[in-house]
């Protein structure tokens, strides 16, 4: 709940402490009470020193158990140990072959993230192998194509097959957006009557999908409103959730559209100086990739991506 952030509040991060810390105390010797409070130290603290600390306790009171490495070759991901991260995922899947789970996280997205992209998909396609409905890996192959070789094609099958299902396509958003059909993209926002575009890590309003489509027709007024209304939604998410780095990068890709040139600097800075961005070494990645597309923008207000933001969005979803 906190590291997804629903509810990224301080009350739900010491229920997190309290039940961990209870775990511990009624069995001190169990290998689930460790991983308990490494979750807490990595997941709510961003501590992964002391997070590693406690899976290495539950690792040597349960050697053979493939939660117990899963849990590290996520942590050593997060401190920048790709050898570590590896070599645990391997552990993992030795104890563990049949767990999809493994194969997509700890092995596909470790994998892209070091940019081998080709171990990445034959790690997602061993995932879909043994989960065949696991839609979030096939979507991982069209992203990591379309990171790896610039093409759409295999992004754009995946999800013509999962609209054949009846699924839900609030997602091609952003492929709309790559393939630059602005018209297209129009009519699915006003279908699917969303407010947000919500997909991990990002958080946008999508008001701001509008206003790079209308930017895209030429419409510099329908554009601006837009952007305008975008900004509105932005600003009061961010009394609630003033911290969270996700309000921040859409509240500069706003401003960058609006061309207010010193502002969307400040919230590129502000990304910067996150816990994530210094602690984290994997969402380090993101984050780069974020302040990177902000401050292009306000350079090229009226393009949507340009090259190193479609790539960028392939490495991130």
Known sequence: MYWFRYDPSAARAERARQEAETALRLAPSLPAAHLAMGAYYGGVRGDYRRALAECNIAARAAPNDARVQAALATIHRHLGDWDGALAAFGRAARLDPRNAGLFFDQGGLTLRLLRRYGDAIAAYRRALALAPDLLAARLAIGWAYAAWTGQLDTL????????????????????????????????????????????QPFYRPTALYAAWAHALRGDTAAARASFQSALGLLDSLLRVLPDDWRVHAARGLVLAGLERRADPRREAALLAQTRLYRRDTSFAQVLTVVRTEVLARLHAAAAPFTAISQRAVGLIL
């Not at 009846?166 to 790559?178: K, Q, T």
């Not at 393939?179 to 009557?193: I, M, N, Q």
């Open 156 to 199: 754009r099958a995946v999800w013509a097959g999962m609209d054949a299902q009846g699924r839900v396509r609030a997602g091609d958003l952003n492929l709309l957006l790559l393939e630059r059909k602005p018209d297209s993209l129009l009519a699915l926002l006003a279908a699917a009557h969303l407010a947000w575009y919500e997909d």
